[in-house]
DNA sequence: GTATGCTTTCGGC
DNA sequence: TTACGGCCGAAAGCATAC
């Protein structure tokens, strides 16, 4: 195997996107703490927090706390809480979006704030050239938009991103192949992807707190542990091996839509009286993109944030807003009678998604 | 055994 | 004292067909 298969991968990630595309719209409130949040509707001030800004994160304000409960700590200084306006900062994401594309191979986007970029050819495979790039990238999107962003560089996806995690605010962070293992191995094990809680604690009790100790540890025993794929995957991570490729994604291959019910309920004409709207509201985005779905799916976040799901298959794709809503209600029944919680939260998800068209159409112009 | 499809859960952003 | 979104894709687990 010779260099032709050396690539250079970047992981570019916004800044605390929403909260900095906020203080770009309204500068006067940069020095203060910015918490963006997604209010729920249920009462004043129920739902959590999306993004904050590196001021409100000294108080211990991070994403997905409650709102009430980020108010708290900051009760002691002027903060600014906003509601997310997700069509703005879709329309600043999508012109960052088409300014790294211009500038890889190919682009991987990763949500709305963050994008790996293969620069293998871009770069002619020199590293030098990469971090010249990436300066470029973020100077870019600072002149053109007024927001930092933070970079990794590496030669595959799982160092890039650990990478950009190193440094950030407005960092730049590049590990080339010779500098992999010694980057790696003082980092504690939980920063890996496919590391959470769960699996960190397994490993401490094996007596593995760092990377290096996992790349230390014999495969059998991961693999006994962890079952054959987590555990090669550890194994391989470990020694900061990853294939994956960086893969353009195409279109949506599902849509959802959930709400907060106005209070916990086990009641069917609540539920499905939010049900049906939010059929109606996923149904209306089919329309928009011409699509029809052949699976529908129902959630419900149960009062203890325990989370149930449902879902079923279509003999055949569809775009029917009357079949939609009577399968999900068919689906949230079954989901009821699998458990005795009540309904916080409740959703309708369509997946089997297809161009809507062709074959029905041709039927229908054939009669 | 391998491939494929269906359903539910998990977890990143 | 407690407090708690809205998306999405991938993984996991199982069944079926060949």
Known sequence: MGDSEERIIMLFDLDYFYAQVEEIRNPSIRDKPVVVCVYSGRTQDSGVVSTANYIARRYGVTSGI???LAKRRLKDVEAVFLPMDHGCYEVVSARIMSTLRRNADSLEQMGIDEAY????????????????????????VREAEGLTSSIGIGPNKLIAKIAADAQKPDGLTMVQPGEVLSFLSPLPAGRLLGVGRKTDGRLEAMGIRTVGELAGADVKRLISEFGDSLGA????????LDEGPVHERGEAESISRI???????????????????LCEEVHERLVQRSLSYRSVGVVAVMKDLSI???????????????VLKTTAAELFGKLLSGTDKEVRRAGVRVSGLAAKGGAQRQLTSFF
């Open 66 to 68: 409650p709102i009430l």
């Open 117 to 140: 970029m293969d620069v293998t050819a871009k770069t002619s495979g020199d590293y030098g050239r990469a971090k010249e790039l990436a300066m470029a990238i973020k100077n870019e």
């Open 233 to 240: 995957y550890l194994h391989n991570a470990s020694m900061g």
């Open 259 to 277: 709400a907060t019910l106005k209070e916990d309920t086990r009641d069917k004409g609540i539920i499905l009286e939010k049900a049906d709207w």
């Open 308 to 322: 149930h799901s449902r879902l079923k298959s279509l003999p055949e794709a569809t775009d029917d807003l009357g």
